[in-house]
């Protein structure tokens, strides 16, 4: 994959993940081209990831074999209807734009092109997202689009793009359920006497040990629960409280709504 052109249609929060991760990980591609409107957002990048070349987006797509299309989901009609004329035959198209259907994006682009549709989350930004895709293309491309996904974090494909609503929910919105919760654990750290600097050390540090405990002992959640719920103790006293006030079926509503809103902005 080393000798792969990866060009981004737009250098945002996203797209520069993604460069992070490639450069980090070691296995930068032979050519990383960027065309953002803002030139001095190429600049940044290029100056921080040493590689990045700043093109146009025709130049973009005449030269990738790997097209990733990172603009806002609002912007991306009119942005594909622009690149299709450009793209190499064998070029990987991927798109990370939430709720964009992958046969919107063929028809934009307006010609027989390999579309990969993916759901990252935020922490891409941080090497550790969690990225779904779905695809009709074959294995080529798709080995193509987790090659790219993977330096970012981990990646699981779905094989429906209805499935793709589900995952806007839980691993797509995700992140901010986990916000929320340090949020106001925090807050509540503070109440019980705290200071708001302690308590969100506290908070944030005990949100990313849990995580990394539940990524790295391959117990489940459930199982790690139980096991540091002792009977009488503290961390069951408040256990209790949450499952009494209903906070399983708080999530539940919350996922589902997140899905609901998925398929009702779905392009
Ligand atoms: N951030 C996330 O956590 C996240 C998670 C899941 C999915 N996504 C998806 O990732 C995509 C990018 O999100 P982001 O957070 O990286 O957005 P972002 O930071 O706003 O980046 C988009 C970039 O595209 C540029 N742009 C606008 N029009 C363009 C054009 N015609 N040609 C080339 N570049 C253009 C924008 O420039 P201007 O600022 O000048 O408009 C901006 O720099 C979105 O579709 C979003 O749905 C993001």
């Not at 035959?89 to 709720?99: K, P």
């Not at 994006?105 to 935020?122: D, F, K, Q, S, Y």
């Not at 629960?225 to 002792?230: A, G, I, L």
């Amino acid at each position: 994959m080393q000798h792969l052109t990866i060009a981004f249609i737009g250098g945002g929060n996203m797209a520069e993940a993604l460069i992070s991760g490639l450069m980090k990980g070691g296995h930068p591609a032979a050519k990383i081209c960027v065309a953002d409107p803002v030139g001095t957002r190429c600049e940044f990048l290029r100056e921080t990831y040493g590689t990045v070349i700043a093109v146009d987006n025709a130049e973009a797509a005449a030269c990738a074999d790997l097209l990733v299309l990172a603009v806002k989901p609002q912007q991306m009609q009119k942005v594909a209807a622009t690149l299709g004329a450009s793209l190499k035959e064998e070029a990987t198209v991927i798109s990370i734009a939430a709720g964009v259907r992958l046969g919107s994006i063929a028809e934009w682009l307006g010609v027989a092109c390999h579309v990969v549709r993916v759901m990252p989350n935020t922490p891409a930004l941080v090497g550790a997202g969690m990225s779904v895709l779905y695809s009709e293309a074959s294995d080529f491309y798709r080995q193509r689009a987790s090659y790219l996904m993977q330096a970012s974090g981990a990646v699981e494909w779905v094989d429906s793009e209805q499935q793709m609503h589900a995952v806007t929910a839980l691993s797509g919105s995700g992140p901010a359920y986990f916000f929320l919760l340090a949020e106001v654990m925090q807050a509540t750290g503070v109440a019980l006497g705290l200071s708001e600097t302690l308590a969100g050390k506290l908070a944030t540090q005990t949100a990313f040990g849990a995580g990394k405990i539940m990524v790295e002992s391959g117990r489940t959640p459930s199982a790690l629960r139980q096991q540091v719920s002792s009977p009488g103790g503290t961390t069951l006293a408040a256990l209790d409280v949450m499952l009494e006030q209903g906070l399983p079926d708080t999530v539940r509503a919350a996922l589902t709504a997140a899905s609901k809103r998925s398929q009702e902005l779905a392009a």
